[in-house]
């Protein structure tokens, strides 16, 4: 089994910065892929970034991700804060080392942080 537990989350005006973060734990291993995922009321959970892929995503010129070099720390600095960022963040972790954006691809999963992000 694998622990996620996010930290970080909070209220922010738009225009400002939230670093999150997800703690691993258990059985861990430097293959998984850890991943990003975040939901806004009323809509589905959607991908966010992965630690060590680049991607194409809405958020890629604001949002970085990068993870420690124990693997088991990853971290998400968003940038540039705007309402429609709100929602809950979550970490996934999937025990692959291929990338996917599906959530169902993702075994483990933390329990969520709160990003609201006011106007």
């Known amino acids: 089994q694998v622990q996620l537990v996010e930290s970080g989350g909070g209220l922010v005006q738009a225009g400002g910065s939230l670093r999150l973060t997800c703690t691993a734990s258990g059985r861990t291993f430097s293959s998984q892929v850890m991943g990003w995922f975040r939901q806004a009321p009323g809509k589905e959970r959607e991908f966010v970034a992965a630690?060590?892929?680049n991607w194409d995503g809405a958020v890629k010129e604001r949002f970085t991700v990068s993870r420690d070099n124990a693997k088991t720390t990853m971290y998400l600095q968003m940038n540039s804060l705007k309402p429609e960022d709100t929602g809950v963040y979550y970490c996934?972790?999937?025990?692959?080392?291929?990338?996917?954006?599906?959530?169902?691809?993702?075994?483990?999963w933390g329990q969520g942080t709160q990003v609201t992000v006011s106007s």
């Open positions: 996934a972790a999937r025990a692959s080392e291929l990338l996917s954006t599906f959530a169902s691809a993702y075994a483990y």
């Open positions: 630690a060590g892929f």
